[in-house]
């Protein structure tokens, strides 16, 4: 690969994430690189104006951060197909990131990078849209022609639709449709459509089945059903999922993408869910990655905490 532009966005407010980016910068620029920096957070957004100021192709995004920071740089930078070095500065599990200590040594990186000395990771990604009016009587052919009234919105971990409210918790019902035939109506707290990235996120804590990151399927998983007989369903990744909330007289249902809100949903609007035409593109520096360790280590498995002699097997 040829660093000729990077863009490098840090975690906001972290010192450390700071220091290494401006590091990072000053020898990319030694090296002929033109390169961009930026904060990123919930309330900082870097990625418009990053794509907005090039005037070539970006050729790689370094993110310095946690998770968060790399499921932001994945909804803005997988539809331009720009591959993204996320390491572990300042966050928490890093699931999506390459470990602190394999980066120390950044002068190493970037001729592993040059020399092409990496592997590249796709991963699944979802989108939804918004629809106007109640079109069930309508052919699913001829709904899913039907323009949209909102934006394209992007997630790499899931789509969320739950209701929201300042003063108090509020129970959601909202009926689900797979390809245009109606499969339940959910109680409860909201339903989750995820990715098999995002099957370790709010779909596992909300008991929903974890698939393998290589894997291309769609997860749909209620939150807290006041059914027991909801439960979660795995989809082929070809499915569309429309929801549409009912008895929402409020208007408290949202549709929040990776834990940010999208848009609030109005009486008579659906949301299609499907994949995305785009894959999120990470680099692994790591030579012994393994999905399987990642689980074991990041949820604690008992073979990350106890290490008993296996030579029973011999």
């Not at 290494?20 to 870097?46: F, M, T, Y």
Request: charged share 20%; hydrophobic share 40%; with cysteine.
């Amino acid at each position: 690969m040829q660093l000729k532009q990077v863009i490098i966005a840090h975690k906001a407010r972290d010192s450390q994430g700071q220091a290494w980016a401006e590091k990072c910068a000053r020898q990319l620029e030694q090296r002929g690189c033109h390169v961009l920096i930026g904060p990123s957070s919930a309330k900082d957004n870097p990625y418009p104006v990053f794509l907005a100021s090039v005037m070539q192709n970006i050729d790689l995004a370094v993110v310095l951060g946690g998770d968060g920071a790399a499921l932001a740089a994945a909804r803005h930078l997988a539809p331009a197909g720009i591959p993204i070095l996320a390491i572990n500065i300042g966050g928490h599990l890093g699931f999506l990131t390459e470990p602190f200590e394999a980066f120390k040594d950044t002068e190493r990186i970037w001729d592993r990078i040059i020399e092409d000395r990496y592997a590249v990771q796709r991963r699944m990604m979802i989108e939804a849209f918004l629809f106007e009016g109640d079109s069930r009587q309508d052919s699913f052919a001829t709904r899913t022609n039907l323009e949209p009234i909102s934006d394209r919105y992007l997630a790499l971990n899931e789509m969320c639709i739950k209701p929201a409210s300042a003063d108090r918790m509020i129970t959601s019902i909202l009926e689900m449709e797979i390809d245009g035939e109606v499969v339940d109506q959910y109680q409860g707290d909201g339903l989750i459509v995820s990715t098999p990235t995002g099957s370790t996120c709010y779909t596992l804590s909300a008991n929903g089945p974890i698939l393998h990151d290589g894997m291309e399927a769609i997860g749909v998983t209620p939150i807290c059903p006041l059914s027991l007989s909801s439960r979660p369903l795995v989809l082929p990744a070809g499915s569309v999922v429309s929801i549409w909330p009912l008895g929402d007289y409020e208007l408290n249902t949202k549709l929040w993408m990776d834990g940010v809100m999208a848009t609030p949903i109005w009486p008579g609007q659906r949301v299609d869910v499907r994949k995305a035409d785009c894959y999120a593109k990470f680099i692994v520096l790591r030579e012994n990655s393994s999905y399987y360790k990642t689980l074991r280590e990041k949820l604690q498995w008992a073979g990350a905490r106890f290490h008993y002699s296996n030579n029973h097997r011999h």
